[in-house]
């Protein structure tokens, strides 16, 4: 009888770290006021992200160095990161975001930042090159 116990506490601790795990850097924006089961997932949508691309790709952009640091979906991104809005004329033309959340452009990473924890919630790679 002890051995089944273990055996289920075993499980019990290990089935909390896979699941944990899996779910790990999504960040879902889940409003309890109104449906219960209504949940807004916020991240740079397919048609952003081609605009983010076209955008860079014609536009001649100075001086974008790569960042010293990774930037990494989940993070927290650093106070002393240098952090640029994305411009005017590009902002206007992607969808919106709700007021928590920020693009910002840093080095040749444009990012998706939830502003009052600073958290990475979503990024594009290397679109200045």
Do not use: Q
């Not at 109104?34 to 790709?57: G, H």
Request: glycine share 6%; charged share 25%; net charge positive.
């Amino acid at each position: 009888m002890k051995k089944y116990l273990w055996f289920v506490l075993a499980g019990i601790l290990l089935g909390g770290c896979a699941s944990y795990t899996a779910t790990s850097g999504r960040v879902v924006i889940k409003d309890d006021g109104k449906a219960a089961d209504k949940a807004v997932e916020i991240r740079l949508i397919p048609s952003d992200r081609a605009l983010i691309k076209d955008y860079y790709r014609k536009s001649p952009v100075a001086n974008t160095a790569p960042g010293s640091m990774p930037l990494i979906r989940g993070g927290n991104l650093l106070a002393d990161v240098k952090v640029e809005p994305l411009p005017p004329v590009l902002e206007r033309k992607l969808s919106s975001l709700p007021t928590t959340h920020v693009r910002w452009i840093t080095g040749r990473d444009v990012i998706l930042v939830e502003k009052k924890t600073r958290t990475i919630v979503d990024a594009i790679y290397d679109v200045t090159k």
